[in-house]
């Protein structure tokens, strides 16, 4: 393959994950006679077009997911460095140090936090930070390998879901593990800053360390988790427009995305009550309000043509909303050094890799879903079960249990609890009389006056 053709798949790869558009993106001919000629053949149209976007998706997160993991592997720092570094880096010594003069600074900080913690106990937070560390080289590499076999469909839908679990689970069962607890107390020296309560207070310090060190891990995997799942959604609307399933799953994880960022926004502004921060964050708040809103057209079956323009508009606002969040985060990065540039460049190019991977895995997943809930309806209709669900559904309906809105309106008087009414009675459909009582055989004649006084 040369430099050309190189190029050429890189700016397909580009395209069609932008793009993620099946009504417009399609396999090339070379791919595909790869497919259909692959070890499980793919023959089918609609299936090649799927599969070659999953390609694509797989290899920009592959490529993400090595560089990463190479800038893990070649910046990584033990526990004792990381914390003497956190400790003097925002002290006007050290920043008008030289580049010798920081070096030496860090250096007698490190050999503090050593002589403070024990190297025993900062080996157990070394050995948890590698855990994590390997289990990140080994979901890239089955990511890759993935990438590597896309034709082999099978195959390539168990690794790429093996390697995002083995990365998505490792720092979430290790952030639920109280670091602190799992040190020897009785070994760490405060020296002439006291006794217990030293103690207590340098654990409260390493607990907020250790927090955002782990919120620097777990936030783009978990930031990702519902953005990936959306955009598979929507994705998969323009592979079936004719489901309204795809639809149903963007409208209801935007909500919760949008609340998931509400709760991370409350407390990092307490931390850092930037104008620049709440800015991005209300942009990326508000962008999953954009499938809220149009959600009256996702949850509606759709022609195929129809679905480019709806996805285009939908995509295009979001994307308009996350871009200024990015660039308002991006500022306050600059302006209050809140992060260092490459720890910055680490997190947004984690959460691109986890978003990326994601896709792919919610797709391949709720495209069995949507499949499941299809044949199963096919078996419902006229069946048992259809009747004794549309008996309940109708007896729900008549309170108003069964609509989106709060409005409540009277049940239609055939009906009520599956028993029939009689009509209304209509109280001026004949005059009223103050006759004698009815009998059987018509109502009785008025009785005769009483006689005169004079008669």
């Not at 793009?19 to 692959?38: C, D, H, M, W, Y």
């Not at 890759?144 to 069962?173: D, E, N, Q």
């Not at 309170?399 to 029939?420: C, D, I, Q, W, Y």
Request: net charge positive.
């Amino acid at each position: 393959m040369n430099a050309s053709n190189i190029w050429l798949e890189i700016t397909s790869c580009i395209r069609r994950v932008v793009r993620s558009n099946f009504q417009i993106e399609q396999a090339t001919p070379g791919e595909r006679v790869k497919l259909a000629t692959a070890k499980v053949p793919l023959t089918d149209p609609l299936v090649q077009n799927y599969a070659v976007w999953r390609k694509s998706v797989l290899w920009i997160s592959a490529i993400c997911f090595m560089i990463l993991t190479l800038v893990q592997i070649i910046g990584f720092q033990s526990a004792a460095y990381q914390l003497a570094k956190g400790a003097i880096s925002m002290t006007p010594e050290y920043r008008n140090a030289s580049s010798a003069g920081r070096t030496s600074m860090l250096e007698t900080a490190r050999q503090n936090v050593e002589n403070t913690l024990h190297k025993s106990n900062l080996e157990t937070v070394d050995g948890l930070f590698i855990f994590i560390l390997v289990s990140h080289v080994i979901g890239a590499i089955l990511i890759v390998i993935s990438a590597c076999v896309w034709a082999h469909l099978p195959l390539s839908k168990r690794l790429v879901r093996y390697g995002w679990l083995t990365m998505f689970l490792a720092p979430f069962f290790l952030s639920m593990l109280p670091i602190t607890a799992m040190m020897d107390w009785d070994k760490v020296n405060t020296g002439l800053m006291g006794g217990a309560e030293a103690k207590v207070q340098l654990r409260q310090g390493l607990s907020v360390a250790f927090a955002l060190t782990f919120f620097m891990l777990v936030g783009p995997k978990a930031i990702s988790l519902f953005a990936g799942v959306i955009r598979s959604s929507i994705t998969l609307k323009t592979l079936i427009p004719e489901s309204a399933t795809p639809g149903w799953a963007a409208v209801l994880i935007a909500p919760l995305y949008s609340l998931f960022l509400v709760v991370i926004t409350s407390t990092v502004i307490q931390a850092q009550g930037n104008i620049w921060l709440l800015l991005g964050l209300i942009c990326l708040m508000s962008a999953p309000l954009v499938y809220l809103l149009r959600a009256k057209t996702l949850l509606q079956p759709h022609k195929p043509d129809e679905m480019t323009k709806i996805v285009f508009q939908i995509r295009l606002t979001c994307t308009i909303l996350n871009g200024l969040g990015f660039i308002f985060l991006i500022i306050f990065v600059i302006v209050v050094k809140f992060f260092t540039f490459w720890r910055a460049i680490e997190f947004f190019l984690g959460l691109m890799a986890s978003l990326t991977a994601l896709t792919v895995v919610a797709s391949d997943f709720l495209l069995a879903v949507v499949y499941k809930g299809y044949d199963q309806s096919k078996q419902f209709q006229g069946s048992t079960w259809q009747q004794g669900l549309e008996s309940k559904f109708e007896a729900l309906s008549t309170v108003g249990l069964t609509k989106f809105s709060s409005s409540h309106e009277a049940p239609p008087p055939a009906m009520v609890r599956g028993m029939p009414m009689l009509p209304p009675v209509s109280l001026s459909a004949a005059p009223i009389t103050l006759a004698g009582p009815a009998t059987d055989d018509g109502p009785k004649t008025p009785p005769p006056p009483p006689p005169s006084a004079t008669a």
